[in-house]
């Protein structure tokens, strides 16, 4: 760990920065059939099918998948079932036409897609940071509203927007702006809320449970209140260890913190791309792969980020199509690791707006 010293003269010199967020969510690997008024999307359409009859399970705490539970979850259809339905798109449900269900389920595509262009230009502190976060505020402030309908959705999509809309845009600003006591301590408040928010939900499933009985709405939300709970703890811990007026003591005490919360968010990551991985084999229609592979890599590229301003000195943006000066520029490394990871979600997109462009052509035609 760096002394006092040198972590209080760094202090106003390395940007205060945070790391992309989790929301995660669910993919299901359900037969579909589908039928899109466009034929060539009709995968897309099977795909985002898939995501409402998960959704609609989880929701109605379905007790059987494909065979009797029998109080153990097996298979890759029970593993997907653990995973939390996105927040981002809670009103998916099995009574949705296939293209509203796809129209929210690239609204959670898109929403990842802005954050990921937002910390990417953040970790080469470029300007035009602006334009992504200016879709990424307005993505997560819209979700409290779309997930208002689930008293649990509602509650991870305020800790999001506590975390991600309040303290990490104003952590950004003060990073191109300078720091002043309003901002440092708005930033900790939001992350603090964040935090409240998604301690109560867990605790909240906890009291709800009956006779130790497997519900999986509670596992759902478990798992992504883990997720939430996780970032926001990890982005406090280093919001504060570069914060001159912290003590010595308490400094080792959030870069520890920091450790414990790196290593979570790896391997709760690492777990959630495995299972997709595995439904992908069962069903080449899924789209939870390249939107699992995308939040692993931001999560992998914000920790070598983290480790760079934490533990290497000098660490500034690097022209990024050639090799850096500094084979320690872990900013270098961070854009390439997250950028490369977010390819597949952005084929996606871009395949999801050819499909819109064309059956729009097609209706006007």
């Known amino acids: 760990m760096v002394g006092a010293n040198t972590r209080h003269a760094r202090r106003n010199t390395i940007p205060f920065r945070a790391s992309v967020r989790l929301c995660v969510r669910v993919r299901a690997s359900s037969e579909v059939d589908a039928r899109s008024a466009c ?45 939390p339905t996105t927040m981002l798109a809670s009103g998916t449900s099995a009574t949705m036409t296939t293209a509203q269900t796809m129209d929210m389920t690239a609204y959670d595509h898109f929403s990842v897609l802005a954050w990921i262009a937002t910390d990417t230009c953040w970790s080469q502190s470029s300007e035009w940071v602006v334009v992504p976060w200016a879709f990424t505020a307005t993505f997560f402030t819209f979700s409290v509203w779309l997930s208002r309908k689930s008293s649990h959705d509602f509650v991870h999509a305020w800790a999001v927007f506590f975390w991600l809309v309040g303290g990490n845009s104003m952590w950004m600003y003060q990073e191109f702006t300078g720091v002043n006591e309003i901002m440092r301590w708005s930033c900790v408040v939001c992350f603090s809320l964040a935090i409240a928010l998604e301690l109560g939900q867990m605790t909240i499933c906890r009291l709800v449970e009956k006779d130790g009985a497997i519900d999986k ?29 912290v003590s010595d003591a308490l400094a080792s005490a959030f870069l520890s913190t920091w450790w414990v919360m790196s290593v979570v968010i790896v391997i709760q990551q690492s777990y959630y791309l495995w299972v997709q991985n595995r439904a992908l084999a069962l069903d080449p229609n899924d789209s939870g792969w390249d939107y699992a592979l995308a939040l692993w890599a931001w999560s992998i590229g914000c920790v070598i980020w983290g480790y760079g301003d934490i ?20 900013r270098w490394y961070t854009f390439w690791v997250i950028m490369i990871g977010s390819i597949p979600l952005a084929i996606w997109c871009c395949k999801y707006l050819w499909h819109k462009i064309t059956c729009s052509s097609a209706k006007s035609g």
């Open 217 to 245: 709405r509670n596992l759902s939300n478990d798992f992504q209140a883990v997720a939430i709970l996780s970032w926001a703890v990890h982005d406090l811990c280093e919001y504060m260890y570069f914060d001159a007026s």
């Open 311 to 330: 533990y290497l000195p000098n660490q500034h943006p690097a022209a990024l199509f050639k090799l850096p000066s500094d084979p320690l520029n872990m």
């Open 39 to 83: 034929g060539g999307a009709r995968a897309m359409s099977a795909r985002a099918t898939g995501n409402a009859a998960s959704a609609a399970s989880t929701l109605e705490h379905a007790t059987t998948t494909t065979g009797a539970m029998g109080g153990a979850l097996q298979g890759s259809d029970e593993k997907k079932a653990l995973l």
